[in-house]
Structure formats: C-alpha cells, structure tokens
C-alpha cells in the first residue's frame, strides 16, 4: 500500500510559477510509476504528466508540455510539479497518483493509489 500527500496548491496570477509537492510512504516505489492529474469543476480528472520512479522518465500532456515539468527526491520519496507560465486554464484540483507499474499510462483508472488534492488557483 502507499500514501500520497499533495501540498503546495494556491492562488497565482496568470504568467507566474508554483512548485506542488507529493509525498509517497509505504511499500518501495522501485517499480511504480508516479503520476499528476487535475480536475476542474464540472470537468473529467485529466492527465497531467508521469515519472518513472526508478529512471525519472517523464511524460506529459500536450496541454502542459514545455510549461511543466515533473521530478524526484529519490531519497525522500517526493514528486515534483513545477508549473511555470501558469494560465487561467490550469485551475484544478491537483492529485499525485502512483501505480505499480513502469509506463507512464494517462488513465485515471490505471493509477491505484491517490492523495487527497491541493488546489490551484490561476487568476487572470
């Protein structure tokens, strides 16, 4: 089993820069792969971007691609957001995830475990 807490969700104004933080405990995260969706009200859980935990791969959604970027703590079991160029459109509810697995699937339903959200707000 692992667990997963976000933090570092708050207000910005559009252009500006925010660094999410997931914290992951429990069994080794050796073979898992970390993942970072959002959800805005009214809207589906969408892909943000995974990592690979034992290589630090990445991949991301088009949406976020050159404006975020995803990264590890290898011996602090932490995963990074950094989203910089913030927009209006990145208002969400983030959420780390995690899966037993070294693809980086973007399926919501291919991620087990799941950490309670932060929030992001991007003002115009």
């Known amino acids: 089993q692992v667990q997963l807490v976000e933090t570092g969700g708050r207000l910005v104004q559009a252009g500006g820069s925010l660094k999410l933080f997931c914290a992951a405990s429990?069994?080794?995260?050796?073979?898992?792969?970390m993942g970072w969706f959002r959800q805005a009200p009214g809207k589906e859980r969408e892909f943000v971007g995974a990592l690979v935990w034992s290589s630090a791969m990445t991949n991301y959604a088009d949406s976020v691609k050159g404006r975020f970027t995803i990264s590890r703590d290898y011996a602090r079991s932490m995963v990074f957001l950094q989203m910089n160029s913030l927009e209006p459109e990145d208002t969400a509810v983030y959420y780390c995830?995690?899966?037993?697995?070294?693809?980086?699937?973007?399926?919501?339903?291919?991620?087990?475990?799941w950490g309670q959200g932060t929030q992001v707000t991007v003002s115009p």
């Open positions: 429990g069994r080794t995260l050796s073979s898992y792969t």
């Open positions: 995830a995690a899966k037993p697995s070294v693809r980086t699937g973007v399926e919501v339903r291919a991620y087990d475990y």
